[in-house]
């Protein structure tokens, strides 16, 4: 059982920068790969970004390709997301999720996600 805590949402204005955190339990961290997700109102929930089990491969959307920054550091069991150059178009709750995976592959699908932090809204105002 793995528990997921996001932080660090928030209001900023578009151009601005937030750092959102993941904090995570359990002593298996290192076999989960881990993404962000986002959904904005109305909308379906979508991918964001992913990291491997090992750290060593990131996937992002185009959406934010350029701009948003994945990493996790084992040591902390936590995940963060470096979000720079914010739109409005970004406003959106942003939940962490967790894969337990064998390979060193990530996942765009939330289906195959097996936890879900209970997600932290972040506002980009125009």
């Known amino acids: 059982q793995v528990q997921l805590v996001e932080s660090g949402g928030g209001l900023v204005q578009a151009g601005g920068s937030l750092r959102l955190s993941c904090a995570a339990s359990?002593?298996?961290?290192?076999?989960?790969?881990m993404a962000w997700f986002r959904q904005a109102p109305g909308k379906e929930r979508e991918f964001v970004t992913g990291?491997?089990?090992?750290?060593?491969?990131?996937y992002y959307a185009d959406s934010v390709k350029g701009r948003f920054t994945i990493s996790r550091d084992s040591a902390k069991i936590t995940v963060y997301l470096q979000m720079n150059s914010l739109k409005p178009e970004d406003t959106a709750v942003y939940y962490c999720?967790?894969?337990?995976?064998?390979?060193?592959?990530?996942?765009?699908?939330?289906?195959?996600?097996?936890?879900w932090g209970q997600g932290t809204q972040v506002t980009v105002s125009s």
């Open positions: 990291i491997t089990r090992s750290g060593a491969n990131t």
């Open positions: 999720a967790a894969d337990r995976i064998l390979s060193q592959a990530v996942s765009t699908t939330k289906d195959d996600y097996d936890y």
């Open positions: 359990g002593r298996t961290f290192s076999s989960y790969a």
